[in-house]
């Protein structure tokens, strides 16, 4: 069902917690599936994203799309950031079964979440 790539990441995720500091947050979740992703960003000056954690309540799909969601936009750019897809989360995290393709969905639409957190706060900062 899952690969071996898939499930090293389960077992070991690299990315798991939160960030002190950070100053972006984004939450998605399906109360009906019971996945629930939080992603932490920590966004320099530049708009460049230098950290990213996750929490996630879910199934292990659920749990390495998020954690690989972490890798894809470390070092990336926001606007470089929003460019990913659930098809770059499968591609990092390897096979999984066909109905948990959604999770790679929700991982690209907690990166979103995120991303518009942070902008939103800049704006209002921004209006002070």
Do not use: W
């Not at 954690?67 to 995290?93: P, R, S, Y």
């Amino acid at each position: 069902m899952y690969s071996e790539q898939a499930m090293n990441r389960f077992k070991d995720p690299k990315n798991a917690g939160t960030i002190a500091g950070a100053n972006a947050k984004g939450e998605v979740g399906n109360v009906q599936c019971g996945d629930i992703m939080k992603l932490f960003l920590k966004v320099d000056e530049n708009e460049v994203i230098r950290d990213a954690k996750f929490k996630t309540f879910g199934c292990v799909a659920a749990i390495i799309s998020t954690d690989a969601a972490c890798d894809l936009v470390k070092g990336k750019t926001l606007e470089d950031a929003l460019k990913i897809t659930n098809k770059d989360v499968l591609q990092l995290v390897g096979d999984v079964p066909p109905q948990k393709v959604h999770c790679s969905i929700m991982a690209s639409e907690v990166i979103e979440a995120a991303v518009a957190d942070y902008r939103k706060q800049q704006a209002k900062a921004n209006r002070k």
